[in-house]
């Protein structure tokens, strides 16, 4: 069936560090990609997306290329800052019903 | 401002009690979702609406009711709670199927069964 597999965390960083949280997934067809951001005490807010292979997903500085050749949808910052600190979730969107399903979601911790 | 609201945020309830969480969008969107989030599992679907008069299940559906009378609500039963069911609850709308913007989502209701 579909599902998606983010790397574990937490995960924790210096500001200005570089950042990669790992997204994968299997899907039948052709599935849009997505990253969510939950800030402390909030609900999800849609981060980035991309509808198709080889989409570049971008806003506030993150990042995510659509690879479907490694079914890998990750997510970059060049800088985090400390306001970055959330939990984000990958998920995919198929045809059927419209429904989304997320990974486990990975916690960024950024330290001043 | 234009979204998705959740009643209430946060709640109590002894096992075996009822409630009923409220999901209100303005939005004019087709489609409703109910999610709980645990720890460690991410967020998983329990029921969900294509529109106004229609529900269906998701991948966690037991114990919970939902109705959708009104296009703009989308109401989430526990009709016996248990302690399993404590959880963060999140509603979310989209515009329909492969909607390319996502979803929009509520702030949630914590819930705690005791």
């Known amino acids: 069936g579909n599902s998606v597999t983010q790397m574990e965390g937490p995960v924790t960083l210096s500001e200005e560090a570089f950042l990669t949280i790992n997204c994968t997934y299997t899907?039948?067809?052709?599935?849009?990609l997505f990253w969510y951001v939950q800030y402390p005490g909030e609900g999800l807010q849609l981060l980035l997306k991309?509808?198709?292979?080889?989409d570049k997903g971008s806003n506030k500085g993150f990042e995510a290329t659509y690879r479907k050749e490694t079914t890998s949808f990750h997510l970059e910052k060049g800088s985090v800052q400390v306001s970055d600190s959330a939990v984000y979730f990958c998920?995919?969107?198929?045809?059927?019903?419209?429904?989304?399903?997320f990974g486990q979601g990975t916690e960024l911790s950024v330290k001043p | 401002n234009a979204g998705v609201t959740q009643t209430p945020k946060f709640r109590v309830l002894k096992t075996g009690q009822s409630m009923t969480l409220l999901c209100a969008q303005d939005?004019?969107?087709?489609?409703m979702y109910w999610y709980r989030q645990d720890p460690g599992m991410g967020l998983r679907l329990i029921h969900y609406?294509?529109?106004?008069?229609?529900?269906a299940k998701g991948e966690v559906p037991d114990g919970y009711n939902v109705s959708r009378l009104k296009k703009q609500n989308f109401l989430l039963g526990l009709e016996s709670a248990a302690p399993s069911q404590t959880s963060v609850y999140f509603c979310?709308?989209?515009?329909?199927?492969?909607?390319?913007?996502?979803?929009?989502f509520g702030s949630g209701t914590r819930l705690t069964v005791v």
């Open positions: 979310a709308s989209s515009i329909g199927q492969r909607s390319p913007y996502g979803y929009t």
């Open positions: 899907a039948t067809g052709y599935p849009s």
């Open positions: 991309a509808t198709k292979a080889d």
């Open positions: 998920a995919l969107l198929y045809n059927q019903g419209g429904k989304l399903i």
């Open positions: 939005m004019n969107h087709e489609y």
């Open positions: 609406s294509v529109g106004e008069g229609t529900t």
